[in-house]
């Protein structure tokens, strides 16, 4: 990236993961089951038709992953919640039942906003209330008491611009249960998807967001 925009701040949807219970696994294991994650990001992407000269280079964060999708009318926040995260929830489940012996569940976090960039990566507060939410005691466990693959969390922003809406493929009455993180000193609201469905059109649906 060009050293002369390092220091401003670029729009992103954000989208954060991460495995449940990775502690609790041998090296080995963690290695096998980034590989797969990395994997089922990359075909959840495509499958809502975000391919990479949409989105930045995944960041690894060790038990999970940071994307950002750039604010471009082929990638609108609308595909991420209405096709990349049911695709990757379709992909995990057919994998966990595939590959039972490797099998994981993943939390997930999506927000919007302003993100830096630097040598070691991107950093910004927007990323940090990503990331809370991702961390979030209701988000954890939502998916303890869940028989999905995966539990999702959305900020305040995406609530209030696009779930709230009811676009094409976003089960608005599925967002039902309002929590609170802190970011610099503020508190913050999330909002926890707490219906079992995914509204899932399928990996095959490409640009999902987009269709009636």
């Given at each position: ?114 993100v830096h960039y630097d040598g070691h990566g991107p950093y910004g507060e927007d990323v940090d209330l990503a990331c809370r939410l991702l961390d979030a005691p209701e988000l954890r ?62 990996p095959g649906r490409r640009r999902a967001g987009l269709t009636a």
């Amino acid at each position: 990236m060009d050293t002369a925009v390092l220091h401003v701040p670029l729009h992103r949807a954000i989208l954060v993961v991460d495995i449940e219970g990775s502690t609790t696994r041998t090296n080995p294991a963690r290695a096998q089951l980034r590989a797969i994650l990395f994997d089922l990001l990359d075909e959840a992407f495509r499958a809502g038709g975000i391919t990479e000269g949409f989105r930045d280079p995944f960041v690894d964060r060790g038990d999970g992953a940071l994307c950002l999708v750039r604010p471009v009318d082929e990638a609108p926040k609308t595909v991420l919640l209405a096709g990349v995260v049911p695709a990757l929830a379709e992909l995990l489940a057919r994998h966990n039942a595939d590959q039972p012996e490797v099998a994981f569940r993943l939390r997930v976090a999506m927000h919007a906003g302003e993100v830096h960039y630097d040598g070691h990566g991107p950093y910004g507060e927007d990323v940090d209330l990503a990331c809370r939410l991702l961390d979030a005691p209701e988000l954890r466990k939502r998916l303890r008491n869940t028989a999905g693959p995966l539990a999702l969390a959305v900020s305040e922003a995406i609530h209030w611009s696009v779930v709230r809406h009811g676009y094409a493929g976003i089960d608005r009455t599925a967002f039902t249960h309002a929590f609170h993180v802190r970011v610099g000193g503020k508190r913050m609201r999330g909002w926890l998807r707490t219906a079992e469905g995914t509204g899932a059109t399928g990996p095959g649906r490409r640009r999902a967001g987009l269709t009636a």
